[in-house]
Protein backbone atom coordinates (compact mmCIF):
# COMPACT_ATOMS: atom_id res chain seq x y z
CA UNK A 1 0.00 0.00 0.00
CA UNK A 2 1.45 3.67 -0.68
CA UNK A 3 0.58 7.13 0.15
CA UNK A 4 0.41 9.70 -2.70
CA UNK A 5 1.49 13.12 -2.06
CA UNK A 6 -1.62 15.27 -1.80
CA UNK A 7 -1.05 17.97 -4.55
CA UNK A 8 -0.59 15.64 -7.51
CA UNK A 9 -3.98 13.97 -6.20
CA UNK A 10 -5.78 16.56 -6.19
CA UNK A 11 -4.33 17.90 -9.37
CA UNK A 12 -5.66 14.99 -11.13
CA UNK A 13 -9.11 15.23 -9.48
CA UNK A 14 -9.19 18.73 -10.35
CA UNK A 15 -9.16 17.51 -14.39
CA UNK A 16 -12.51 17.43 -15.59
CA UNK A 17 -14.16 14.45 -16.59
CA UNK A 18 -12.16 12.41 -14.26
CA UNK A 19 -14.58 10.43 -11.05
CA UNK A 20 -13.45 8.15 -9.26
CA UNK A 21 -13.62 5.13 -11.49
CA UNK A 22 -10.82 6.46 -14.51
CA UNK A 23 -9.10 7.61 -11.15
CA UNK A 24 -8.74 4.37 -9.45
CA UNK A 25 -8.32 2.92 -12.76
CA UNK A 26 -5.03 5.39 -13.81
CA UNK A 27 -3.16 5.50 -10.77
CA UNK A 28 -3.42 1.47 -10.56
CA UNK A 29 -2.10 1.79 -14.45
CA UNK A 30 0.68 4.28 -13.84
CA UNK A 31 1.55 3.82 -10.19
CA UNK A 32 1.04 6.84 -8.76
CA UNK A 33 -1.23 10.18 -9.62
CA UNK A 34 2.49 12.54 -10.72
CA UNK A 35 3.09 9.38 -13.17
CA UNK A 36 -0.51 9.99 -14.48
CA UNK A 37 0.03 13.57 -15.24
CA UNK A 38 3.23 12.74 -17.04
CA UNK A 39 2.24 10.27 -19.12
CA UNK A 40 1.33 11.14 -23.03
CA UNK A 41 -1.74 11.23 -24.64
CA UNK A 42 -1.17 8.17 -26.17
CA UNK A 43 -0.12 6.09 -23.00
CA UNK A 44 -3.20 7.74 -21.15
CA UNK A 45 -5.76 5.91 -23.80
CA UNK A 46 -3.62 2.66 -22.97
CA UNK A 47 -5.70 2.66 -19.80
CA UNK A 48 -9.80 0.53 -20.39
CA UNK A 49 -12.14 3.62 -20.65
CA UNK A 50 -9.50 6.32 -20.75
CA UNK A 51 -10.71 7.66 -24.42
CA UNK A 52 -8.64 10.11 -26.30
CA UNK A 53 -10.72 13.08 -25.85
CA UNK A 54 -10.26 12.46 -21.71
CA UNK A 55 -6.51 11.92 -22.43
CA UNK A 56 -6.51 15.22 -24.10
CA UNK A 57 -8.16 17.16 -21.36
CA UNK A 58 -5.67 15.36 -18.32
CA UNK A 59 -2.61 16.67 -20.75
CA UNK A 60 -4.49 20.12 -21.14
CA UNK A 61 -3.39 21.21 -17.63
CA UNK A 62 -4.70 21.38 -14.76
CA UNK A 63 -6.70 23.71 -11.88
CA UNK A 64 -4.38 24.87 -10.05
CA UNK A 65 -6.44 27.09 -7.98
CA UNK A 66 -8.24 24.41 -6.93
CA UNK A 67 -5.59 22.91 -5.84
CA UNK A 68 -3.97 25.34 -3.92
CA UNK A 69 -7.35 26.32 -2.36
CA UNK A 70 -7.83 22.52 -1.41
CA UNK A 71 -4.35 22.51 0.15
CA UNK A 72 -4.72 25.80 1.71
CA UNK A 73 -8.47 24.14 3.18
CA UNK A 74 -6.89 20.66 4.30
CA UNK A 75 -3.92 22.44 6.30
CA UNK A 76 -5.92 25.57 7.99
CA UNK A 77 -9.07 22.60 8.85
CA UNK A 78 -6.72 19.64 10.30
CA UNK A 79 -8.69 17.59 8.23
CA UNK A 80 -6.79 14.81 6.14
CA UNK A 81 -6.92 12.80 2.82
CA UNK A 82 -7.35 9.22 2.56
CA UNK A 83 -6.92 7.53 -1.08
CA UNK A 84 -7.77 4.00 -2.06
CA UNK A 85 -4.33 2.72 -1.82
CA UNK A 86 -3.53 4.13 1.68
CA UNK A 87 -3.24 1.48 4.66
CA UNK A 88 -6.01 3.60 6.62
CA UNK A 89 -8.43 3.15 3.88
CA UNK A 90 -11.36 1.05 5.14
CA UNK A 91 -11.43 -2.70 3.81
CA UNK A 92 -15.20 -2.28 4.07
CA UNK A 93 -15.47 0.40 1.48
CA UNK A 94 -12.68 -0.30 -0.78
CA UNK A 95 -15.18 -4.08 -1.57
CA UNK A 96 -18.01 -1.92 -2.87
CA UNK A 97 -18.46 -1.21 -5.85
CA UNK A 98 -17.38 1.70 -7.28
CA UNK A 99 -15.56 3.35 -3.78
CA UNK A 100 -14.32 6.60 -3.64
CA UNK A 101 -11.03 6.96 -4.80
CA UNK A 102 -10.12 9.43 -1.74
CA UNK A 103 -12.33 10.52 1.15
CA UNK A 104 -11.89 13.96 3.22
CA UNK A 105 -11.66 12.96 6.78
CA UNK A 106 -11.87 15.04 9.97
CA UNK A 107 -12.12 13.56 13.64
CA UNK A 108 -11.32 10.14 14.53
CA UNK A 109 -10.00 8.49 12.10
CA UNK A 110 -9.66 4.95 13.34
CA UNK A 111 -13.35 4.59 14.00
CA UNK A 112 -13.36 3.73 10.23
CA UNK A 113 -12.32 0.32 11.79
CA UNK A 114 -14.47 -0.47 13.69
CA UNK A 115 -17.53 -2.55 13.88
CA UNK A 116 -20.54 -0.19 12.86
CA UNK A 117 -24.07 0.27 12.05
CA UNK A 118 -25.65 2.90 9.72
CA UNK A 119 -28.89 4.27 10.61
CA UNK A 120 -31.16 5.86 8.09
CA UNK A 121 -34.50 6.99 7.67
CA UNK A 122 -37.12 10.14 7.45
CA UNK A 123 -36.34 14.16 7.75
CA UNK A 124 -39.36 14.43 8.89
CA UNK A 125 -40.30 11.52 11.78
CA UNK A 126 -43.15 11.11 13.30
CA UNK A 127 -42.71 10.70 18.09
CA UNK A 128 -42.75 7.25 16.92
CA UNK A 129 -39.65 6.89 14.35
CA UNK A 130 -37.91 9.29 16.19
CA UNK A 131 -38.66 7.75 19.97
CA UNK A 132 -37.33 4.16 18.14
CA UNK A 133 -34.58 5.97 16.92
CA UNK A 134 -33.29 7.13 19.42
CA UNK A 135 -33.72 4.49 21.92
CA UNK A 136 -32.05 1.83 19.01
CA UNK A 137 -29.33 3.90 18.72
CA UNK A 138 -28.63 4.66 22.40
CA UNK A 139 -28.39 0.94 22.86
CA UNK A 140 -26.28 0.02 19.55
CA UNK A 141 -23.92 2.93 20.75
CA UNK A 142 -23.90 1.28 24.60
CA UNK A 143 -22.40 -1.85 22.77
CA UNK A 144 -19.69 -0.32 21.08
CA UNK A 145 -21.05 -0.57 17.87
CA UNK A 146 -20.14 2.82 15.89
CA UNK A 147 -23.48 5.11 14.60
CA UNK A 148 -22.85 5.97 10.89
CA UNK A 149 -25.22 8.06 9.75
CA UNK A 150 -25.35 11.14 6.87
CA UNK A 151 -25.77 14.21 9.00
CA UNK A 152 -29.27 15.24 7.85
CA UNK A 153 -32.34 16.26 9.57
CA UNK A 154 -34.77 13.98 11.26
CA UNK A 155 -33.57 10.27 11.98
CA UNK A 156 -29.98 10.47 11.08
CA UNK A 157 -29.55 13.44 13.53
CA UNK A 158 -31.19 11.93 16.37
CA UNK A 159 -28.84 8.64 15.69
CA UNK A 160 -26.19 10.94 15.75
CA UNK A 161 -27.04 13.15 18.86
CA UNK A 162 -28.07 9.59 20.79
CA UNK A 163 -24.78 8.24 20.33
CA UNK A 164 -22.56 11.48 21.30
CA UNK A 165 -24.78 11.29 23.97
CA UNK A 166 -24.37 7.69 25.36
CA UNK A 167 -20.83 8.36 25.60
CA UNK A 168 -20.31 6.21 21.75
CA UNK A 169 -18.68 7.03 18.73
CA UNK A 170 -20.28 8.17 15.29
CA UNK A 171 -19.17 8.95 12.06
CA UNK A 172 -21.17 11.48 9.67
CA UNK A 173 -20.75 11.13 5.82
CA UNK A 174 -21.68 13.85 4.13
CA UNK A 175 -23.26 15.28 0.66
CA UNK A 176 -20.70 18.79 0.82
CA UNK A 177 -17.39 19.93 1.66
CA UNK A 178 -16.67 19.63 5.12
CA UNK A 179 -16.11 23.36 4.91
CA UNK A 180 -19.88 23.60 4.96
CA UNK A 181 -22.17 22.77 8.00
CA UNK A 182 -25.32 21.24 6.89
CA UNK A 183 -28.04 21.69 8.22
CA UNK A 184 -26.38 24.37 9.79
CA UNK A 185 -28.71 23.83 13.24
CA UNK A 186 -26.14 20.98 13.43
CA UNK A 187 -23.12 23.39 14.04
CA UNK A 188 -24.11 21.99 17.74
CA UNK A 189 -22.70 18.81 17.54
CA UNK A 190 -19.38 20.23 16.36
CA UNK A 191 -17.81 20.27 19.44
CA UNK A 192 -18.40 16.60 20.44
CA UNK A 193 -17.38 15.45 17.35
CA UNK A 194 -14.04 16.30 17.95
CA UNK A 195 -13.88 13.85 20.77
CA UNK A 196 -16.14 11.19 19.83
CA UNK A 197 -17.18 11.47 15.91
CA UNK A 198 -15.78 11.70 12.77
CA UNK A 199 -16.86 13.55 9.08
CA UNK A 200 -16.54 11.96 6.25
CA UNK A 201 -17.15 12.76 2.42
CA UNK A 202 -15.66 12.25 -1.17
CA UNK A 203 -16.47 15.87 -2.37
CA UNK A 204 -14.00 18.28 -1.95
CA UNK A 205 -14.05 21.90 0.14
CA UNK A 206 -16.29 24.14 -1.66
CA UNK A 207 -18.83 21.67 -2.66
CA UNK A 208 -22.36 22.66 -1.70
CA UNK A 209 -25.04 20.45 -0.26
CA UNK A 210 -26.71 19.94 -3.86
CA UNK A 211 -29.51 17.36 -3.83
CA UNK A 212 -27.42 15.10 -6.48
CA UNK A 213 -25.00 14.78 -3.92
CA UNK A 214 -26.88 12.61 -1.48
CA UNK A 215 -27.72 9.32 -2.89
CA UNK A 216 -23.93 8.99 -4.21
CA UNK A 217 -23.25 9.52 -0.42
CA UNK A 218 -25.72 6.79 0.30
CA UNK A 219 -23.11 4.05 -0.96
CA UNK A 220 -20.69 5.29 1.70
CA UNK A 221 -22.66 4.67 4.45
CA UNK A 222 -23.93 1.21 3.96
CA UNK A 223 -20.15 0.65 2.45
CA UNK A 224 -18.72 1.56 5.91
CA UNK A 225 -21.56 -0.07 8.24
CA UNK A 226 -21.75 -4.21 9.03
CA UNK A 227 -25.44 -3.97 8.33
CA UNK A 228 -27.80 -0.80 7.75
CA UNK A 229 -31.10 -0.08 10.27
CA UNK A 230 -34.03 2.04 8.36
CA UNK A 231 -36.10 3.12 11.39
CA UNK A 232 -38.75 4.76 9.77
CA UNK A 233 -39.54 5.82 6.00
CA UNK A 234 -41.76 6.44 3.86
CA UNK A 235 -42.31 4.66 0.28
CA UNK A 236 -40.19 7.16 -1.53
CA UNK A 237 -37.44 7.94 0.89
CA UNK A 238 -33.77 8.51 -0.01
CA UNK A 239 -33.29 5.62 3.04
CA UNK A 240 -34.46 3.43 0.97
CA UNK A 241 -31.27 3.85 -2.16
CA UNK A 242 -29.24 3.35 1.04
CA UNK A 243 -30.63 -0.28 2.11
CA UNK A 244 -30.48 -0.94 -1.64
CA UNK A 245 -26.92 -0.11 -1.59
CA UNK A 246 -26.26 -2.55 1.31
CA UNK A 247 -27.71 -4.90 -0.24
CA UNK A 248 -25.96 -4.67 -3.73
CA UNK A 249 -22.86 -4.47 -1.27
CA UNK A 250 -23.95 -7.90 0.58
CA UNK A 251 -24.60 -6.17 3.90
CA UNK A 252 -27.28 -6.82 6.37
CA UNK A 253 -30.68 -4.75 6.08
CA UNK A 254 -32.98 -4.05 9.25
CA UNK A 255 -36.01 -2.31 9.47
CA UNK A 256 -38.54 -1.13 12.27
CA UNK A 257 -42.12 -1.84 11.52
CA UNK A 258 -44.53 0.90 12.02
CA UNK A 259 -48.23 1.55 11.85
CA UNK A 260 -50.16 0.38 8.54
CA UNK A 261 -51.44 3.55 8.33
CA UNK A 262 -48.81 5.55 8.65
CA UNK A 263 -47.45 6.62 5.45
CA UNK A 264 -44.19 7.24 7.06
CA UNK A 265 -43.54 3.53 7.94
CA UNK A 266 -44.46 2.58 4.01
CA UNK A 267 -41.06 2.13 3.11
CA UNK A 268 -39.85 0.10 6.29
CA UNK A 269 -42.63 -2.50 5.86
CA UNK A 270 -41.94 -2.94 2.55
CA UNK A 271 -38.46 -3.83 3.34
CA UNK A 272 -39.47 -6.61 5.47
CA UNK A 273 -41.96 -7.91 3.18
CA UNK A 274 -38.59 -7.89 0.75
CA UNK A 275 -36.86 -9.88 3.60
CA UNK A 276 -34.48 -6.89 5.50
CA UNK A 277 -35.23 -8.18 9.40
CA UNK A 278 -37.66 -6.86 11.43
CA UNK A 279 -36.47 -5.25 14.58
CA UNK A 280 -38.44 -4.53 17.66
CA UNK A 281 -34.96 -4.01 19.78
CA UNK A 282 -31.49 -4.29 19.89
CA UNK A 283 -31.33 -8.25 20.34
CA UNK A 284 -32.66 -8.19 16.57
CA UNK A 285 -29.56 -6.58 15.49
CA UNK A 286 -27.25 -8.12 17.12
CA UNK A 287 -28.22 -11.65 17.34
CA UNK A 288 -28.15 -11.41 13.42
CA UNK A 289 -24.69 -10.07 13.53
CA UNK A 290 -23.23 -12.84 16.45
CA UNK A 291 -24.40 -15.51 14.13
CA UNK A 292 -22.90 -14.01 10.80
CA UNK A 293 -19.89 -12.19 11.94
CA UNK A 294 -19.09 -13.19 15.83
CA UNK A 295 -18.97 -10.06 17.37
CA UNK A 296 -18.34 -9.80 21.09
CA UNK A 297 -21.56 -7.73 21.87
CA UNK A 298 -23.46 -7.75 25.10
CA UNK A 299 -26.64 -6.87 26.41
CA UNK A 300 -26.99 -3.07 26.60
CA UNK A 301 -26.43 -1.79 30.19
CA UNK A 302 -27.68 1.88 30.04
CA UNK A 303 -26.30 4.26 33.00
CA UNK A 304 -28.71 5.05 35.62
CA UNK A 305 -29.05 9.07 35.83
CA UNK A 306 -28.18 10.55 39.39
CA UNK A 307 -31.50 11.73 40.30
CA UNK A 308 -32.35 13.92 43.54
CA UNK A 309 -35.53 12.40 45.61
CA UNK A 310 -38.48 14.34 43.55
CA UNK A 311 -37.17 13.54 40.07
CA UNK A 312 -36.92 9.51 40.99
CA UNK A 313 -40.80 9.54 42.06
CA UNK A 314 -41.36 10.87 38.37
CA UNK A 315 -38.95 9.37 36.41
CA UNK A 316 -40.04 5.71 37.76
CA UNK A 317 -43.04 6.52 36.77
CA UNK A 318 -42.19 6.85 33.32
CA UNK A 319 -42.15 3.90 30.57
CA UNK A 320 -41.39 3.98 26.66
CA UNK A 321 -45.01 4.83 26.23
CA UNK A 322 -46.08 8.17 26.49
CA UNK A 323 -47.94 9.44 29.76
CA UNK A 324 -49.21 13.29 29.74
CA UNK A 325 -47.78 15.56 32.19
CA UNK A 326 -51.44 15.89 33.95
CA UNK A 327 -51.68 12.38 34.46
CA UNK A 328 -47.90 12.13 35.85
CA UNK A 329 -48.70 15.06 38.54
CA UNK A 330 -51.62 12.54 39.52
CA UNK A 331 -49.48 9.82 39.95
CA UNK A 332 -46.91 11.66 42.00
CA UNK A 333 -49.30 13.21 43.96
CA UNK A 334 -47.58 16.85 43.04
CA UNK A 335 -49.22 19.79 40.79
CA UNK A 336 -48.84 20.04 37.31
CA UNK A 337 -46.49 22.78 37.71
CA UNK A 338 -43.98 21.26 39.76
CA UNK A 339 -44.27 18.10 37.73
CA UNK A 340 -43.36 20.16 34.53
CA UNK A 341 -40.69 22.12 36.11
CA UNK A 342 -39.06 18.85 37.37
CA UNK A 343 -39.41 16.92 34.07
CA UNK A 344 -38.09 19.70 31.95
CA UNK A 345 -34.96 18.86 34.45
CA UNK A 346 -34.86 15.43 33.86
CA UNK A 347 -35.06 16.30 29.69
CA UNK A 348 -32.18 18.34 29.52
CA UNK A 349 -30.00 15.60 31.56
CA UNK A 350 -30.97 13.16 28.73
CA UNK A 351 -33.23 10.96 31.47
CA UNK A 352 -36.56 11.22 29.62
CA UNK A 353 -38.01 12.70 26.15
CA UNK A 354 -40.81 15.04 25.96
CA UNK A 355 -43.36 14.29 22.92
CA UNK A 356 -45.78 16.86 21.60
CA UNK A 357 -48.65 17.45 23.85
CA UNK A 358 -47.09 17.98 27.02
CA UNK A 359 -46.25 13.92 26.86
CA UNK A 360 -43.44 12.51 28.42
CA UNK A 361 -41.62 8.95 27.99
CA UNK A 362 -38.94 7.84 29.94
CA UNK A 363 -35.12 7.37 27.45
Not at 62 to 67: E, G, L, Q, R, Y
Not at 278 to 298: M, P, Y
Request: charged share 20%.
Amino acid sequence: MQEFPTEALLALYSVPGIGPARMRKLISYFGCPQKVLDASARSLTLVEGIELKTAQKIKAGINDKFVQDQLKFLDEEHVQILTFWDKAYPDRLKRIYDPPAFLFVKGDVKLLDTQAIGIVGSRIPTSYGRTITEQLSLDLALNNLTIISGFARGVDTIAHSAALKSGGKTIAVLGNGLDIVYPSENRKFLKAFEKQGLFVTEYPFGTKPEAGNFPKRNRIISGLSLGVLVTEAGAKSGALLTAMYAIDQNREVFSVPGPVTSGKSTGTNNLIKQGAKLVQGINDITSELLGQLSLNLGQPTRPEPKLNEKEKVLYNLLSNDALHIDQLAIKAGISTTEALTTLLTLELSGAVRQMAGKMFTKL
